[in-house]
């Protein structure tokens, strides 16, 4: 069970922070951002700040992406810790037995440091092809790469090498890393309801895959900033967190200041003496020791860097050194800011002269000609609440959909999420429509475990249907071809 009060609440003022200065960080964040998902800001060891953008909510994990790799970095310095091996060990020595049949003496150099610190000597990111081995053993994928470089030459943001650290853990200690840290870490920091991904033999995947809570983020945060205590409890060597969180490597340049900082065991370095965790599309773990503060975001962003350059902004010099007055109305501003924190609904009308021309009509598509394999579509609009029927391969999915606001419930249509899970995977979704013109109709879906909130668009004429898909954020196009 969660244990009480792990991160008491404090008003900002009691803690050197004007509660103004909060506000016009959200505010910059809604106006210059979009797509904030939850956030939490803790100072002195206190919640000064909390939010999240309705339909998401304290209560659902969210994807952490690369954000994972600082987890699965603790895992190794608790195992290192346990003396079950070394940061020096040779990576081979934990897989002879898939070893290539040739060994480079590159490969052959690659210590376990080299991929904490992402410099293992490949040129290029070792996941793609490593994931794409018949057999699903993804070590002999890794170590089949060609190592290019001499390894701690040469830095590489490499997924792939996170995974062999959770495998390498996994190897050692019998159990994946989500299990091995659930009495270690999630346990001590209430940590509840963790999930992370696995390969085809049950290995997690390290470098991402794992979901967890914005609030967990934060209390993870606090561990590292207390340099491995929680609530009196040593959970980590303080040895180990200053080593995972100092500049091992260099990795400028970047066009982005943040990202040329330096990298540490699977933590990037940051301006103004802080460090961070962080995944694709804006999920932060964001450390600052000279202000004693720790920022959880989750969203779905493209342009990670313009989130740091508000904190930079607007929270670092908010922090000052000793308590400020208390100001009843500057807080309460924040808190109604905050407790009406929400991704907008789709903007439209709720009726249009087609209203009911379409409903209930069911369009197909040509088959094998679209990215989806979407082959049915159906809209009905003679409810409170709209019905949206899509059919794949994977079957018929129902979702309702709310006129002005989100209506959530569940779907195994995730087409903006992975094509390569099974049909049973039900994710949560909320659902809002409108017309945006008097022949389209707009769906736009917030699914609030993840980063994506894609938009439907369909637009009638006559006894067909065009279909239109965008997306807020993707690892490729944010736009696909009309069907």
């Not at 992402?118 to 170590?143: I, K, Q």
């Amino acid at each position: 069970m969660t244990q009480p009060n792990l991160l008491p609440r404090s008003t900002p003022e009691a803690q050197g922070i004007a509660s103004s200065a909060l506000l016009a960080f959200v505010e910059a964040a809604d106006r210059q951002i979009r797509d904030l998902h939850g956030l939490i800001l803790l100072r002195h060891g206190h919640r000064v700040a909390q939010g999240w953008w309705s339909p998401y909510g304290p209560e659902h994990p969210h994807m952490l992406f690369s954000l994972s790799k600082s987890f699965t970095s603790t895992a190794v310095g608790l195992a290192v810790a346990e003396g079950r091996f070394s940061v020096d060990d040779p990576v081979l020595s934990f897989f002879p037995e898939d070893a290539p049949a040739e060994v480079s003496d590159h490969l052959a150099a690659m210590r376990v440091r080299h991929l904490l610190s992402m410099v293992t000597g490949h040129a290029e990111d070792t996941t793609g092809p490593m994931t794409e081995c018949e057999d699903g053993n993804w070590v002999r994928g890794f170590l089949a790469r060609p190592v290019e470089h001499e390894p701690g030459t040469h830095f590489l943001y490499n997924t792939g090498a996170s995974y062999v650290l959770s495998a390498i853990v996994q190897k050692l200690t019998g159990m994946t890393v989500l299990d091995y840290l659930g009495p270690r870490l999630f346990a001590p920091l209430g940590i509840e309801d963790a999930e992370w991904g696995t390969c085809p033999r049950g290995i997690n995947l390290g470098g991402f895959g794992l979901s967890v809570k914005t609030e967990d983020v934060a209390r993870f945060g606090q561990m590292v900033l207390q340099k491995g205590l929680w609530q009196g409890q040593r959970i980590l060597p303080a040895a180990w967190v200053e080593e995972a969180t100092a500049r091992q490597v260099s990795n400028a340049p970047n066009e982005n200041p943040d990202w040329e900082q330096g990298y540490g065991y699977q933590f990037w370095r940051c301006r103004h003496g802080a460090y961070r965790g962080d995944g694709a599309f804006g999920q932060f773990c964001l450390v600052m020791p000279e202000q004693d503060a720790v920022l959880a975001i989750t969203a779905g962003v493209g342009n990670m860097q313009a989130v740091l350059d508000l904190v930079w902004a607007h929270l670092l010099p908010a922090m000052g050194p000793a308590p400020l007055p208390e100001n009843a109305a500057a807080h309460e501003a924040l808190e109604r800011k905050l407790a009406a924190l929400s991704i907008p609904p789709q903007e439209g009308e709720p009726t249009s002269d087609l209203t009911g021309q379409v409903s209930g009509v069911t369009y197909r598509f040509p088959q094998g000609e679209n990215e989806g394999s979407l082959q049915a579509i159906s809209l009905d609009l003679t409810g409170e609440d709209a019905a949206l029927t899509l059919c794949d391969e994977r079957g018929e999915h129902h979702i309702s959909v709310g006129s002005g606001d989100w209506v959530l419930g569940t779907t195994a249509f995730d087409a903006a999420i992975s094509r390569s899970a099974p049909a049973a995977v039900q994710r949560p979704v909320g659902a809002s429509g409108a017309w945006t013109a008097g022949d389209t109709y707009a769906v736009r879906l917030c699914f609030y475990g993840t980063p994506f909130c894609p938009t439907i668009a369909l637009r009638f004429s006559g006894d067909k249907v065009t279909y239109g898909f965008k997306i807020n954020v993707a690892f490729g196009p944010l736009e696909r071809p009309e069907l």
